[in-house]
């Protein structure tokens, strides 16, 4: 009889899985299938076909898929190959504390699909995939003006601190920062606007905020001083960017697909304004799904060793770039090429880069589907965010380690620590 195997059931979805099948006629073809719903009922499912071995089996670690959504050897293909029945809906947790996606697996004979008919499957299960570990605490944060979550690892610490900031998305995004702190770093999802009572889009960036927060999070006495590192995305980045030169408590910089100038609002920080750099809207495309692309629209104003970059030089800490190069809402090959020659001239060599052919701008944690293009709040178009679901998912799965690795050398004084 065929059974379907998956190892471990429940687990972080940074984890892979190991998938098997046994009790199959040598050399078989079977279908497996993926499926889950996510907090607004949309679902995503994906599918690859394997022939079974001499003995009956097959071991997605070993095996390769012979068609479906992804072909080749690829152990977690059926989780980061995941397909939205909504077009354009991007898979992004809300509620990471109480409960985990659930992930359908089930395993179909070739002729029961190539009928066209619901028959029962030969054997199926369900995985739990966490986004937190079950003894990680949460905190809101309400603390004056700040809006935000604190995920703190279990233990006395204290822990390597890191700031999570997210891009234009706006609300407080935690998914990220739950596991950090499940990979033992105290993480800090900093909400800056469209949420509780804070703007509801961004008007400007009050770099105090941002300063408040980081004196708020190294008061805290789970928190190892006396820097803290931040992990940002897109606008996120663009504001760690500036986190970075201005901050001097800012030790490690993760920046993933973000622009190295001031884009849309004003920078602000103890009265000084930084004004955002012109754009050209004729520069605006559409690629052949009709989505937005906006990564041209700053070419005829931050040219190479333009004046409109910030002063990245002025940094303390250490960077690691994390780009991907199909991107297509940020240029952002050019930008952190254009930041690490402003690095280069300043006789700097506090930098990493990561460079990804063929990954797009949304890069997750480890087995996330790519979301190439989605809908923001505020805007009417749906934006391309780029990207190729192979590399992408590769990119995706090397940088969430080569992440903690940086965070870990630059936040801990002995790097034999071990989290």
Same mark, same amino acid.
């Given at each position: 009889?065929?059974?379907?195997?998956?190892?471990?059931?429940?687990?972080?979805?940074?984890?892979?899985?190991?998938?098997?099948?046994?009790?199959?006629?040598?050399?078989?073809?079977?279908?497996?299938?993926?499926?889950?719903?996510?907090?607004?009922?949309?679902?995503?499912?994906?599918?690859?076909?394997?022939?079974?071995?001499?003995?009956?089996?097959?071991?997605?670690?070993?095996?390769?898929?012979?068609?479906?959504?992804?072909?080749?050897?690829?152990?977690?293909?059926?989780?980061?190959?995941?397909?939205?029945?909504?077009?354009?809906?991007?898979?992004?947790?809300?509620?990471?504390?109480?409960?985990?996606?659930?992930?359908?697996?089930?395993?179909?004979?070739?002729?029961?699909?190539?009928?066209?008919?619901?028959?029962?499957?030969?054997?199926?299960?369900?995985?739990?995939?966490?986004?937190?570990?079950?003894?990680?605490?949460?905190?809101?944060?309400? %603390?004056?003006? &700040? +809006?935000?979550?604190?995920? =703190?690892? /279990? #233990?006395? *610490?204290?822990?390597?601190?890191? !700031?999570?900031?997210?891009?234009?998305?706006?609300?407080?995004?935690?998914?990220?920062?739950?596991?950090?702190?499940?990979?033992?770093?105290?993480?800090?999802?900093?909400?800056?606007?469209?949420?509780?009572?804070?703007?509801?889009?961004?008007?400007?960036?009050?770099?105090?905020?941002?300063?408040?927060?980081? %004196?708020?999070? &190294? +008061?805290?006495?789970?928190? =190892?001083? /006396? #820097?803290? *590192?931040?992990?940002?995305?897109? !606008?996120?980045?663009?504001?760690?960017?500036?986190?970075?030169?201005?901050?001097?408590?800012?030790?490690?910089?993760?920046?993933?697909?973000?622009?190295?100038?001031?884009?849309?609002?004003?920078?602000?920080?103890?009265?000084?304004?930084?004004?955002?750099?012109?754009?050209?809207?004729?520069?605006?495309?559409?690629?052949?799904?009709?989505?937005?692309?906006?990564?041209?629209?700053?070419?005829?104003?931050?040219?190479?060793?333009?004046?409109?970059?910030?002063?990245?030089?002025?940094?303390?800490?250490?960077?690691?770039?994390?780009?991907?190069?199909?991107?297509?809402?940020?240029?952002?090959?050019?930008?952190?090429?254009?930041?690490?020659?402003?690095?280069?001239?300043?006789?700097?060599?506090?930098?990493?880069?990561?460079?990804?052919?063929?990954?797009?701008?949304?890069?997750?944690?480890?087995?996330?589907?790519?979301?190439?293009?989605?809908?923001?709040?505020?805007?009417?178009?749906?934006?391309?965010?780029?990207?190729?679901?192979?590399?992408?998912?590769?990119?995706?799965?090397?940088?969430?380690?080569?992440?903690?690795?940086?965070?870990?050398?630059?936040?801990?004084?002995?790097?034999?620590?071990?989290?």
């Amino acid at each position: 009889m065929a059974k379907l195997i998956a190892t471990p059931l429940s687990a972080l979805v940074d984890e892979p899985v190991h998938i098997r099948v046994t009790g199959l006629a040598p050399s078989q073809v079977v279908f497996l299938e993926a499926s889950l719903k996510d907090e607004r009922g949309i679902l995503f499912s994906s599918q690859a076909s394997y022939r079974a071995s001499e003995v009956g089996d097959v071991d997605l670690d070993r095996d390769s898929s012979l068609g479906g959504d992804y072909v080749g050897v690829h152990p977690m293909g059926l989780f980061w190959s995941l397909k939205p029945e909504k077009p354009f809906s991007r898979l992004a947790k809300r509620d990471v504390i109480d409960s985990p996606y659930r992930v359908h697996l089930k395993l179909r004979d070739q002729y029961s699909l190539l009928a066209g008919v619901d028959i029962s499957p030969l054997d199926s299960l369900i995985l739990e995939r966490w986004y937190v570990a079950p003894d990680v605490t949460r905190i809101q944060v309400k %603390e004056g003006r &700040l +809006r935000g979550a604190l995920f =703190l690892p /279990p #233990g006395e *610490g204290p822990f390597p601190g890191v !700031i999570d900031l997210f891009g234009a998305t706006g609300g407080l995004t935690e998914f990220r920062a739950s596991l950090l702190a499940s990979r033992g770093f105290a993480s800090f999802a900093l909400a800056y606007m469209g949420y509780d009572d804070l703007p509801p889009q961004l008007e400007r960036v009050d770099l105090d905020y941002f300063e408040e927060a980081v %004196e708020f999070f &190294l +008061r805290h006495p789970k928190v =190892l001083g /006396p #820097g803290v *590192g931040l992990v940002s995305v897109c !606008i996120g980045a663009e504001i760690g960017l500036a986190m970075a030169i201005n901050l001097k408590q800012i030790t490690a910089a993760v920046l993933i697909n973000g622009p190295t100038f001031v884009t849309s609002v004003p920078h602000v920080y103890h009265g000084q304004v930084n004004q955002p750099v012109p754009h050209n809207i004729e520069f605006v495309t559409k690629n052949s799904l009709g989505l937005t692309e906006f990564y041209r629209i700053h070419e005829e104003t931050v040219g190479k060793d333009s004046k409109y970059c910030l002063p990245i030089e002025k940094a303390q800490g250490h960077f690691l770039f994390v780009v991907g190069e199909d991107d297509k809402n940020q240029n952002s090959k050019v930008r952190v090429d254009q930041a690490i020659a402003q690095l280069t001239r300043s006789g700097k060599k506090n930098w990493t880069l990561l460079s990804y052919p063929g990954a797009g701008h949304v890069i997750e944690p480890p087995y996330s589907p790519l979301c190439s293009g989605s809908r923001m709040r505020f805007l009417t178009p749906y934006l391309s965010w780029g990207g190729e679901v192979v590399p992408h998912a590769a990119a995706q799965e090397h940088c969430w380690k080569e992440i903690q690795t940086f965070l870990k050398k630059h936040l801990l004084p002995d790097m034999s620590c071990q989290l």
